[in-house]
């Protein structure tokens, strides 16, 4: 059974929403429906996870979403703008100027600098740095004392934390995080998850993750499930156990 999926909130538009949403690799007997038809909308300010099974389509759920895949059919909105049918250069200039990622690989330049990595994202598109939310970030996710030291002179979890500052400084309308703490031992993933979680609150950020942690997905306000390239049903105020037992319903 198909189910819709779509959250709204009366202080603001979702920040994003997919409408019909396919995605198909392949032809003939290689044909392979990653999504099929997906509706669902983020909430502005909110904190949602994206899970499911093994080839759910969770990852091209967010690949679409964040303008790094194209749709077979069906469309995305980021705020007011919608992705299909833009340019390359259209593509990547709405990534820059409205979307933060941040991967299981830190992706961090290791000639620079804490400080430099954060600012990177600025520097490139040629944009001053806001002071003031740069000293709230650093705060947030707990820098203060690292901003010198190179990613070599970092933990895992701190150089996570680096990126996930670096997605946060130019106010992105979106952060897309794909399995953040993949390669981070649990403590590491928890400070983490915690930095994210403050984000959202403090911040006002809109995070949308993909995880197969349902301890990772307990952070989020919101888990949303898929199976099969279809929604199927959604968590609010997730505890690991809750999600724990919904993925067990899944996989059943």
Same mark, same amino acid.
């Given at each position: 059974?198909?189910?819709?999926?779509?959250?709204?909130?009366?202080?603001?538009?979702?920040?994003?929403?997919?409408?019909?949403?396919?995605?198909?690799?392949?032809?003939?007997?290689?044909?392979?429906?990653?999504?099929?038809?997906?509706?669902?909308?983020?909430?502005?300010?909110?904190?949602?996870?994206?899970?499911?099974?093994?080839?759910?389509?969770? $990852?091209?759920?967010?690949?679409?979403?964040?303008?790094?895949?194209?749709?077979? $059919?069906?469309?995305?909105?980021?705020?007011?703008?919608?992705?299909?049918?833009?340019?390359?250069?259209?593509?990547? =200039?709405?990534?820059?100027?409205?979307?933060?990622?941040?991967?299981?690989?830190?992706?961090?330049?290791?000639?620079?600098?804490?400080?430099?990595?954060?600012?990177?994202?600025? *520097?490139?598109?040629?944009?001053?740095?806001?002071?003031?939310?740069?000293?709230?970030?650093?705060?947030?996710?707990?820098?203060? *004392?690292?901003?010198?030291?190179?990613?070599?002179?970092?933990?895992?979890?701190?150089?996570?934390?680096?990126?996930?500052?670096?997605?946060?400084? $130019?106010?992105?309308?979106?952060?897309?995080?794909?399995?953040?703490?993949?390669?981070? *031992? $649990?403590?590491?993933?928890?400070?983490?998850?915690?930095? =994210?979680?403050?984000?959202?609150?403090?911040?006002?950020?809109?995070?949308?993750?993909?995880?197969?942690?349902?301890?990772?997905?307990?952070?989020?306000?919101?888990?949303?499930?898929?199976? *099969?390239?279809?929604?199927?049903?959604?968590?609010?105020?997730?505890?690991?156990?809750?999600?724990?037992?919904? =993925?067990?319903?899944?996989?059943?």
């Amino acid at each position: 059974m198909k189910v819709t999926l779509i959250e709204t909130r009366r202080q603001a538009p979702p920040a994003v929403v997919a409408t019909d949403l396919t995605k198909v690799y392949g032809q003939g007997d290689a044909e392979v429906h990653a999504l099929r038809a997906v509706n669902v909308s983020f909430a502005t300010g909110a904190f949602t996870a994206i899970m499911g099974p093994s080839g759910s389509g969770k $990852s091209t759920l967010m690949h679409c979403l964040a303008g790094l895949d194209t749709a077979t $059919s069906g469309t995305v909105h980021i705020g007011d703008v919608e992705l299909t049918g833009l340019s390359d250069r259209q593509l990547t =200039l709405l990534r820059r100027e409205r979307i933060g990622f941040i991967f299981q690989a830190f992706n961090l330049l290791p000639t620079l600098t804490a400080e430099q990595n954060i600012r990177l994202p600025l *520097d490139i598109a040629a944009r001053q740095a806001d002071e003031v939310l740069f000293d709230r970030v650093i705060e947030t996710v707990g820098l203060r *004392d690292r901003l010198a030291h190179r990613p070599t002179e970092l933990s895992g979890g701190q150089q996570q934390r680096v990126a996930v500052a670096r997605a946060l400084i $130019s106010k992105p309308q979106v952060i897309f995080a794909d399995e953040p703490t993949g390669n981070l *031992d $649990s403590r590491s993933g928890a400070e983490v998850l915690s930095f =994210l979680r403050a984000s959202v609150r403090e911040l006002g950020q809109t995070i949308v993750m993909v995880t197969h942690d349902p301890v990772a997905a307990s952070y989020a306000d919101r888990v949303v499930f898929l199976r *099969d390239g279809e929604l199927v049903t959604e968590l609010a105020a997730p505890t690991p156990q809750s999600v724990l037992d919904t =993925l067990v319903r899944l996989e059943a």
